[in-house]
Structure formats: structure tokens, C-alpha cells
């Protein structure tokens, strides 16, 4: 047996995990006076320009462009990849990839153990919830409330859109702008505090979206009720990504929580960008990797406080948390954790992490892990359950005209119409991302088309590329991407039987979709499709049985895929009985432990988690802090 060794030093917190997270809470903490240890299981990717560039280039060279493509999969810590995920059949899990899938359909997204997680290939949009989101069951009857509502995490998300520097303008992202119907009659009033903007302006619409926009004013009905007929329109969508600082005039300062702010300073993580982030170029690459640091990723907000905190703040990488260990009254007394040398190597030393505060960070699967690992957080029968995902789904065709693809980030409009309406009570909410990748995503464009042009047409030189500019330039596609409901039956549980080199526990996913789901996704393709006619696109969809996604609703094929948005296993709620956590995101079971990140989201609506956890982890650090100076609970 391993002896542990403690360390040798004692923090006011520990945090497992250097993502979204981990990165707001270090920095919140340390800007505080207080000390923070972080430890992080994956290697430090990007710390250094010339490891940045080491993962371009793996990126350059990879036949396959995944979102983990530039990043080393190290057999002693995988993390889930796409490539992965394959159909569940009969009554044995599938082992393919890390995670162990139960079914009966695949969990299909996946997430990066690294420095800085999965904020390194994320695509950057950054969407509030809205008012209903919060209150779904008062609203329609399903799912759960929030414990708090949308006004009480306002001021968060602003903090949340300048610690990302989100580029959007506010007055084009209430509902009403949106061209959305609220299910309330004031989720309008107050959408946006007085006097806030977003630190940058808008990302330009690409040449598609304004394409798409031709369609605008559109009637589409949805629902049963006659009153849900909505009329299209194609949207900014905010990304966390640098455009253009925006200037505060001399009269109107843009006010953050309250605080007037400066021109937002764009900032870089690694070398000479550290403090000089690039303007986004459209190097269309956001998903896995930026070549110049547009895109927000956690670095800058870990190198913010590695520089704020001094000598307070310390990481430990290539530190894989293996027990939360309990001592008297149920507090947390260390955090054991493998800390390994090389790589790829299941060698390691036993060491223990000590605070007076410890935070699970690490994902809504890994903090899940951990926690049923050290058989804590048991009291409400919560832990792991209540998975859940956007279930993604793709429609593609052919354009009329040439609207120039393969340009720019992977999407920079929408249509945001149906994320919220009367029609929730039995129709999943949607949302509707165009494309500006043509079917890169949906059919492997451009190489497809060299290999079908080739081998089933005969075409060659001149005729070959002719034909290959003319029906490229036409690709066009539209994702959707729907709510689920959280269900306890969709969940992630451990089973010795399944462990990493490292001995560690491996995932263990039971998913699915209901029928809300899935009429959501079908009411999407249905409007794809109206879409498609009024604009005269020449719909290419087709969802092949084979999918690993495939289910059926109504008579009618799909595929879906994972959106690689994980949200719930240990959410928040009112009481011990119903939830993991409190709304601040201190487990019931023990005072002096905090989950933070997407899993304590109760429900998931229609916006992509980045921006609310990261609300989520302001509105936690501030009672992080207060624990500390106490010297026990919030």
C-alpha cells in the first residue's frame, strides 16, 4: 500500500479543477486575501506559447478534427472523445471510449482534463437563461424551480460576460429583440441591469446569416395553441470571443454589478499575448483551438490571479483527486490526490491536499466521480442523477446562390425564437444555430465532396475543382439544440469493475431522451424544413439507422448528437431532500464543501451552460469567502 505524504502547507481552499470554475474562484478568492491551492489531473496545456504552438500544430496534422484533436489523450487519464461514441445495444454497457454506456441511448459529448478544461475548445457562446428557465415547474408544470431566480444572478452574469469579454450589444439580446414570446408578461422589464453593456460590440454577421435573415417575419406555428405562432428572426449570438472593446461615453459609464467600468482591456494567457489579446480573425477554427487567443479560454482568468494572488495562489498539475476524506462531524479533512511525473505513465506519488475549504470544480461528471468515490453527499439520493445534455441535431442542404462557408467563427447568428413560449408545457424549447462551416459537422465537408466528386462522379483537374467551388460554396446547415427535463433515471454511477490505469473510477452513464425532448427536436426539423422551402434551399438531411444517435418519435428518424453541454448530477435546491447542494453550492452533507460548475444547474433550457455556471461560481465565491473569514459555513 502507498503511504501519503501531506503537504506541507495548509490552504484557506482547494480547488479540484483549472476550468471555467476553478479559474473564477481562484481569482475571486485570492483578490480577497485568501490562499488557494488548485489541483488540476491533466498536464499544463498552453502555459507557454511554445506548448500552445506544439498543440496547433498537432492540430494541423490531425486527419480527424475533433475537439480534443490538439490535445494529448493520455491512456492514464482519458478524457471521453467523440470518436468514442457508438450505439448501445442490448443489455451490456458499452466500454468503447472512458465512458461506460448503459444507454439506451449514447451520452454523446464529451469535455478535456487539462489546464484550463474544456474552455480550451469550447465554440464561446455565451447566452443568459431566461426568466421561465428558472421557474419550470411554477411555469409548466415540469421539471423543477431554481431556488433563486433570474434577477438574483443578474449582476453575476455581468460579471461573468467582462470576466469572458463577451462581444454582443445588450439592446439586440432581450427576449422582445430577440423576437422571442415570453411564457410571463414582465420577462421583458429589467432583462438587462440600468446602464450595463457587453465590454465588446457585436461579432459581424457572416455572409450565411445574413442569407438566413431573407427569411425574417417568417410565421412559424408551434405548439397547439394558435397564440404560439412566432415570427422568425435571425440574431447576434454574444460570444466570448475579442472584437472591438467597447468605449464608455463621458456621460454614460457602463456599470457592472454596480461598478463603473473602463474600456475592456482584451487579454491573452500564454507568452507574448498575456496581456495583448488578438482581435478575432476568423481563423475558423474556434472548436478545437484559436490560433491567436481570440477566444476566452480559463488561462487568462488562472493567469489574472497567478499574477493578483502572488505567493497566495499555487497549482498543482498532473494531480489527479482520488478521495474527499472525512473527519469529525462530517467536514472534509483532505483531498488525496495521485500526483504523476510523466504523461501516460500510471506512476505516481500519494499526496494530501489540506484547507479549510475545499470545492469540487471539475465538471458535472468528474465532480460526480469523485464524490460517489469517497461515498460523500449521500443524504438526498441526488448525487449523479438528473443528467443532462442539449441533444443536437443537424439539418443541411444546398443554397440557391454561393453564401461563402467556411468563414469565420462556427456560428455567430441564430434564431432564437422558440426558447421560450407557451407551448413548453408540452414541446421542448429549441434553438436554432446557423452554421458557417457548411457540412463540415454534418456530412465531413470539404473532404466528402473531393471523394464523391472522385470516386462517384470521375471528376478530375479543372471539372473537379470547378464542381467542388460551385457545390461547397452553396453548403448550408442549421443545428438545433433542445432542453431536456431532468430525470433521475439519467445518471452517472461508478462500478468497480471499471477503473483507469490509474486505478481511478471510470463514468458510468445511464441516458435517454423523453418524448418532450424529442417532440422539440421534431418541431425543430419541421421548421428547418419551412425554412428551407422559403428560402429555396434544397434540403440534403438524411439520418441513417446506423447512427448511433438514431430514435424515432412519431414515425419519423433522427439523429442526434451530444452538444457537449453537461449539466445537473449535483444540483442546487431548497433542502437536503431534493438537492446535493444549496443555492450558494455548499453540499448539505458537509459545511465546509462546495460543488461548483454546470452540474449544480437544475435544468438546462435552451442557452449553452458556459456564461450561467460561470454566474453560478461569482455567486459562490462570495460565500466561499464569507466561510473563510468564520471559519466554517456560509
Known amino acids: 500500500m502507498i503511504a501519503v505524504t501531506d503537504d506541507d502547507r495548509t490552504y484557506d481552499v ?5 476550468g471555467f470554475a476553478g479559474g473564477i474562484l481562484a481569482k475571486e478568492l485570492v483578490s480577497d486575501g485568501h490562499s488557494v491551492l488548485i489541483l488540476e489531473a491533466g498536464e499544463d496545456h498552453g502555459k507557454t506559447w511554445e506548448t500552445y504552438r506544439s498543440y496547433l500544430d498537432q492540430y494541423y496534422l490531425s486527419l480527424t478534427k475533433t475537439p480534443n484533436s490538439p490535445y494529448p489523450n493520455l491512456p492514464t487519464l482519458p478524457s471521453p472523445s467523440v470518436l468514442d461514441i457508438t450505439a448501445v445495444h442490448g443489455t451490456e454497457p458499452d466500454t468503447n471510449g472512458y465512458f461506460v454506456q448503459r444507454g439506451p441511448l449514447p451520452f454523446g459529448s464529451n469535455y478535456l482534463m487539462a489546464y484550463g478544461g474544456t474552455s480550451l475548445h469550447w465554440l464561446g457562446t455565451s447566452l443568459r437563461m431566461l426568466p421561465a428557465d428558472f421557474e419550470m415547474q411554477s411555469r409548466f408544470g415540469l421539471g423543477v424551480d431554481w431556488p433563486f431566480k433570474y434577477e438574483d444572478l443578474k449582476s453575476d452574469y455581468e460579471r461573468a460576460e467582462w470576466e469572458i469579454g463577451v462581444s454582443a450589444d445588450a439592446e439586440e439580446q432581450t427576449p422582445k429583440a430577440l423576437g422571442i414570446k415570453t411564457s410571463g408578461p414582465n420577462d421583458n422589464r429589467g432583462y438587462f441591469a440600468r446602464d450595463y453593456d457587453y465590454p465588446m460590440h457585436s461579432i459581424p454577421s457572416s455572409y450565411v446569416d445574413n442569407f438566413f435573415a431573407r427569411a425574417d417575419g417568417m410565421p412559424i406555428e408551434i405548439g397547439e395553441d394558435a397564440g404560439d405562432t412566432v415570427h422568425l428572426k435571425v440574431s447576434h449570438t454574444p460570444q466570448g470571443r475579442n472584437s472591438t472593446p467597447r468605449r464608455p461615453k463621458a456621460a454614460r459609464k457602463i456599470l457592472v454589478g454596480g461598478e463603473p467600468q473602463e474600456q475592456f482591456r482584451p487579454r491573452g494567457s500564454t507568452g507574448p499575448f498575456a496581456f495583448m489579446g488578438q482581435r478575432c480573425e476568423g481563423n475558423s477554427s474556434c472548436i478545437p483551438i484559436c490560433p491567436i487567443q481570440a477566444k476566452y479560454n480559463a488561462m487568462k482568468t488562472l493567469e ?8 497566495r495562489m499555487k497549482t498543482i498539475t498532473q494531480a489527479v483527486a482520488s478521495k474527499v476524506e472525512l473527519g469529525a462531524n462530517g467536514r472534509v479533512s483532505g483531498i488525496v490526490y495521485k500526483k504523476y511525473p510523466f504523461p501516460g505513465v500510471p506512476q505516481y506519488e500519494l ?24 461515498d460523500i453527499c449521500r443524504s438526498s439520493g441526488e448525487l449523479g442523477r438528473n443528467l443532462m445534455d442539449h441533444p443536437y441535431m443537424m439539418t443541411w442542404g444546398s443554397a440557391p446562390e454561393p453564401v461563402g462557408p467556411f468563414r469565420g467563427p462556427g456560428s455567430t447568428s441564430s434564431y432564437a425564437n422558440f426558447r421560450d413560449g407557451t ?5 421542448a424549447a429549441f434553438r436554432l444555430e446557423i452554421g458557417n462551416w457548411g457540412w463540415k459537422f454534418a456530412a465531413g465537408a470539404p473532404n466528402s465532396d473531393v471523394e464523391r466528386l472522385v470516386e462517384q462522379e470521375n471528376l478530375y483537374g479543372k471539372a473537379l475543382r470547378d464542381k467542388l467551388y460551385h457545390d461547397v460554396q452553396r453548403q448550408v446547415r442549421i443545428g438545433t439544440l433542445v432542453e431536456q427535463l431532468p430525470r433521475a433515471t439519467n445518471r452517472v454511477t461508478i462500478d468497480p469493475a471499471y477503473r483507469t490505469p490509474m486505478g481511478e473510477f471510470r463514468p458510468v452513464i445511464s441516458y435517454d431522451l423523453d418524448d418532450y425532448s424529442r417532440a422539440g427536436l421534431a418541431a425543430s426539423y419541421d421548421t428547418c424544413a419551412q425554412i428551407f422551402q422559403r428560402l429555396g434551399i434544397r434540403n440534403h438531411t438524411a439520418y441513417n439507422p446506423s447512427d448511433a444517435g438514431y430514435f424515432t418519435y412519431e414515425g419519423r428518424g433522427y439523429t442526434f448528437f451530444g452538444a457537449g453541454h453537461l449539466v445537473g448530477t449535483h444540483r442546487i435546491g431548497t433542502d437536503k431532500h431534493n438537492s446535493v447542494t444549496n443555492d450558494k453550492m455548499r453540499a448539505w452533507d458537509h459545511e465546509n464543501l462546495w460543488l461548483v460548475g454546470a452540474g449544480s444547474m437544475p435544468t438546462i433550457a435552451t442557452s449553452n451552460p458556459t456564461l450561467t455556471l460561470s454566474a453560478m461560481a ?3 465565491a462570495r460565500a466561499i469567502k464569507t466561510a473563510v473569514r468564520k471559519g466554517g459555513a456560509a
Open 14 to 18: 482547494v480547488i479540484v479543477g483549472a
Open 304 to 311: 489574472d490571479a497567478k499574477y493578483t494572488g502572488k505567493h
Open 618 to 620: 461569482y455567486r459562490a
Open 423 to 427: 407551448f413548453r408545457d408540452k414541446t
Open 351 to 374: 499526496r494530501r491536499a489540506r484547507g479549510k475549504q475545499y470545492v469540487l470544480a471539475g465538471g458535472a461528471v468528474e465532480n460526480v466521480t469523485l464524490a460517489l468515490a469517497s
